[in-house]
């Protein structure tokens, strides 16, 4: 069965460090999205994605943060200077086209900023 | 904008036990997704409801979506260990395509 693949599984960096997190979402699905769930918290929308361009995106996802489709088959995220509470899991999502289908997670990057 | 409330929020079962997860939204739904999560892992998709009334199973888990399309519930038969882990309801409203996901039930089944 297809899977959203994400790496690295696990991301240390120092306060200020900018960092990328890759997703490779399901080939067939045109919707993407990141959460984020800091430890023992509930599931945050960051972003959605669809069509080459933001479709949504919550006050989490200010300036420091910025998403990609580079190519036809990777969907990354940016944090340009990080910071302490930027320290989360990050899990990438995506969906098929028809209607309200369900989100396919990915495994999730632990990002630790130090 | 829209909230997913669910309840209990941790709950201790002897396997065996039936027990039943609820999730209410401020809104009405025009999805609700059920997920399940395990430590330090994505969210595993279980089960999809749209329809008022909608029932649906998948081996000793049934979820249901009440007529009015603001609560569902999730319901585990005889309940085993491997059924442990974080069960969350996520819901996208109309006129979007953002998911959002409730507080989570985290379930611990005693052997």
């Known amino acids: 069965e297809p899977e959203v693949t994400q790496t690295p599984s696990h991301q240390v960096t120092q306060m200020g460090q900018e960092v990328i997190l890759r997703c490779v979402p399901i080939?067939?699905?045109?919707?993407f999205y990141w959460y984020r769930q800091i430890l023992g918290q509930k599931v945050e929308f960051l972003v959605s994605?669809?069509?080459?361009?933001?479709?949504?995106k919550s006050e989490i996802f200010d300036d420091q943060f910025s998403v990609e489709r580079p190519d036809g088959s990777n969907f990354t995220l940016k944090i340009r200077s990080t910071k302490l509470e930027d320290s989360a899991m990050y899990f990438c999502?995506?969906?098929?086209?028809?209607?309200?289908?369900?989100?396919?997670f990915g495994n999730g990057t632990r990002l630790t900023v130090t | 904008s829209q909230e997913l409330e669910q309840s209990p929020q941790s709950l201790i079962v002897q396997e065996g036990k039936n027990l039943t997860i609820n999730c209410t939204s401020s809104k009405t739904l025009y999805g609700l997704y059920w997920y399940k999560q395990k430590y330090g892992e994505g969210l595993i998709f279980l089960m999809m409801l749209q329809k008022g009334g909608e029932e649906k199973s998948h081996e000793k888990i049934t979820a249901k979506l009440d007529e009015k399309k603001q609560q569902s519930s999730l319901h585990i038969t005889a309940s085993q260990p491997s059924h442990a882990g974080i069960y969350l309801c996520?819901?996208?409203?109309?006129?979007?395509?953002?998911?959002?996901f409730g507080t989570g039930t985290r379930l611990k089944v005693l052997a």
């Open positions: 080939s067939n699905h045109l919707y």
């Open positions: 996520g819901a996208v409203g109309s006129g979007t395509y953002k998911y959002i």
């Open positions: 999502a995506s969906t098929a086209p028809q209607g309200r289908s369900p989100l396919h």
């Open positions: 994605f669809y069509n080459n361009e933001i479709s949504e």
